[in-house]
């Protein structure tokens, strides 16, 4: 088991009002699935991947990553681990505008003390096709090769786990599936990913589907090929739905 | 290795925001050149000053009228007389040779030409007591002295503005519309004491009281002591010498004042230190100056960069790695900053040197050297509370930062 989470939560407390981000957590994951977590927004999916990335510590109950309990980790630890054992993909890329792509690449290995450091960034970018572009600032890229830049920032460590939050939040369809094509190459070649979206075409991309309701898990199940298609099917005929509707005439 | 990789990241970003940088450089380079000038200007007086005092010879005593306590009561300027010069040659066996003098301004002719030179009055022994010889002809003797003859040496500035080419030996020229024999031309010398030797007119001591200066009272006596080392005990016995010559009463002021190389050696050094502490207090107010400036531009490039930090957060760097990296950009920048200031302050205290003519400055290597210390601690210590409000950010507010 590579994640096992047991009555995870998460309270934030704002002046006199508590909020229950997450409110008890039960879920494992094996390493080698491809899941992804949906859910309406303020739903804990963000909160929820913070805790599973090291970046925030949970209010109560357990979080085991490869058998190691991440709640009571020492600060050094837990950089550590964000460092080899996860890799983190945002939804507006956050790379470091000022250098090169492959400069973006190489800040886990600088901060992990790897050696042979360019050599890495280099493999990694050519894992996600953007080794002829690796002298590149971010500013001279499209908005799908700054999210491949990402991706190789997050795999160049070899993670156990990748962290993916909206990742094709801000790519046209197209971009989106092309970047997704790279997260199934990756996990046709073992590497754990973990993709939060709000988007059901999306997140059937994947094999095990999560679904959050206020702080809570309320489905958790395979995707099947039936299931994909009605799901598909669902958000393209909601969609259509929305479209046809005759907004204005009933507003006037 | 990784120290330098993360010097390698602050200097891109430092290059990023170039013009930024430099301004933050700015005050550090105004407070590092004004420690730098300071430095070079007081080291560059000391040692001229310092200079002339080793010309004044380590075992020789200068005398003059005046002291006591009494001193500012009644200020005596005609207490030595050229006898006390013979009495301390004479009673003081720790002595072992005496110049006593006067001098004054006056103008020198030859024809056509004028120059104005100091005539200094003395007597054969302040030759081998300055260690200051002619190069042409011969110094005053005894017998110029004792028949007052109208005779004078000149210096070697003072020869050549009179007579260029000519050597003048044989010659006579007017002072104060008497006529002089030159008898000899000094060797080229430069400063002897805080004197230029070389634009003067020596002439007899005897010569120069009755017939030029009208004068019955010496204005100094050098006396040379056997040895350097006994030159305490020297003094003692001069001491002893004129209060017995001018009849002082026990437990009565001295009239005369003594000094040595070493006294005004010291004496000047007390002078300089005052400079230097208000020197230094300028310089260090520009310098904290510099280090408000370069806070000020840390904690915009920290709030700016506030994404960035929680991405590094999230590949893995540590809190303490946040910390560093914006240290080093500080101290980095404040670096720049030292060695631009001072080159700034060599060029400027250059400049001051060109443009005043008098003042001669000298950078000493540790000025440097300190300056530069002084800009990387600087950097730093300013540097403390940017890198610190960097380093506990949280990352998931960091990340979501606009």
């Known amino acids: 088991m590579l994640i096992q989470v047991e009555q995870l939560t998460r309270i934030y407390t704002m002046g006199d009002s508590v909020v229950r981000a997450l409110d008890g957590v039960d879920i494992d994951i094996d390493a080698g699935e491809f899941v992804s977590i949906t859910g309406a927004s303020g739903s804990g999916k963000s909160t929820f991947m913070h805790l599973l990335g090291g970046l925030d510590r949970p209010t109560g109950g357990s979080y085991l990553l490869d058998g190691q309990s991440m709640s009571r980790l020492s600060d050094w630890k837990l950089a550590r681990i964000r460092n080899r054992s996860i890799g983190f993909v945002f939804q507006t890329f956050n790379l470091i505008n000022r250098t090169s792509a492959i400069d973006n690449v190489a800040v886990p290995l600088i901060y992990g003390r790897e050696t042979k450091t360019r050599a890495k960034a280099m493999a990694a970018l050519e894992r996600v096709g953007l080794a002829n572009r690796h002298n590149h600032r971010p500013s001279e890229m499209s908005g799908g090769e700054r999210q491949r830049v990402a991706i190789a920032r997050a795999v160049v460590n070899n993670p156990s786990v990748i962290l993916a939050d909206e990742p094709t939040g801000n790519l046209d369809s197209q971009t989106g599936t092309q970047i997704l094509d790279i997260f199934h190459e990756l996990n046709a070649s073992g590497t754990t990913i973990v993709l939060v979206t709000h988007e059901m075409s999306v997140a059937v991309q994947a094999r095990r589907l999560i679904h959050m309701t206020d702080g809570l898990i309320d489905v958790d199940r395979s995707i099947t090929d039936e299931l994909r298609r009605d799901l598909v099917r669902d958000d393209l005929l909601r969609a259509a739905r929305l479209q046809s509707e005759p907004v204005i005439k009933e507003a006037g | ?402």
């Open chain 2, 1 to 402: 290795m990784f120290f330098l990789r993360i010097v390698i990241m602050s200097l891109r970003a430092l290059q990023t925001n170039l013009m930024r940088t430099m301004l933050a450089t700015l005050g550090v380079i105004i407070g590092v050149s004004a420690v730098v000038s300071a430095m070079s200007i007081l080291s560059g007086a000391e040692k001229e000053v310092v200079d002339k005092f080793e010309s004044m010879g380590a075992d020789q005593v200068m005398i003059v009228s005046g002291g006591g306590r009494r001193q500012s009561r009644r200020i005596r300027f005609d207490a030595l007389k050229r006898e006390d010069a013979d009495a301390i040659l004479d009673d003081c066996e720790l002595i072992k040779a005496v110049a006593p003098e006067v001098t004054q301004p006056m103008q020198i002719k030859y024809f056509q030409k004028n120059t104005n030179a100091q005539v200094l009055a003395t007597t054969t022994a302040y030759e081998s007591i300055n260690d200051y010889h002619v190069a042409e002809g011969r110094f005053i003797t005894r017998e110029d002295d004792r028949s007052e003859r109208k005779v004078c040496v000149l210096g070697h500035k003072a020869a050549s503005e009179l007579f260029g080419q000519v050597p003048p030996v044989g010659y006579r020229v007017k002072i104060k519309g008497l006529g002089f024999t030159v008898v000899g031309v000094m060797e080229k010398k430069g400063f002897l004491g805080f004197r230029n030797v070389d634009s003067q007119v020596i002439v007899p001591l005897g010569t120069g009281m009755k017939r030029l200066f009208g004068m019955r009272f010496v204005s100094m006596i050098t006396a040379q002591a056997t040895d350097q080392s006994m030159l305490e005990a020297a003094m003692q016995q001069i001491s002893r010498t004129l209060r017995s010559q001018h009849k002082i009463r026990a437990g009565a002021d001295d009239d005369f004042n003594m000094f040595t190389q070493e006294q005004a050696k010291k004496q000047f050094g007390d002078v300089t230190k005052i400079f230097e502490v208000v020197l230094y207090s300028i310089a260090g107010i520009s310098l904290v100056v510099g280090a408000i400036g370069i806070m000020n531009i840390m904690l915009v490039s920290v709030t700016e960069r506030t994404r960035e930090i929680g991405v590094r957060i999230a590949v893995g760097a540590r809190r303490i790695d946040i910390l560093t990296q914006f240290l080093i950009e500080a101290a980095i920048i404040s670096l720049i900053g030292g060695v631009l200031g001072v080159l700034v302050g060599m060029a400027f205290s250059d400049l001051l040197e060109k443009i005043t003519q008098v003042l001669t400055t000298f950078t000493p290597p540790a000025a440097i050297v300190y300056a530069l210390v002084m800009a990387g601690v600087i950097g730093i210590v300013s540097g403390i509370y940017p890198a610190v409000r960097a380093a506990r950010l949280d990352p998931v507010e960091a990340l979501r930062y606009e």
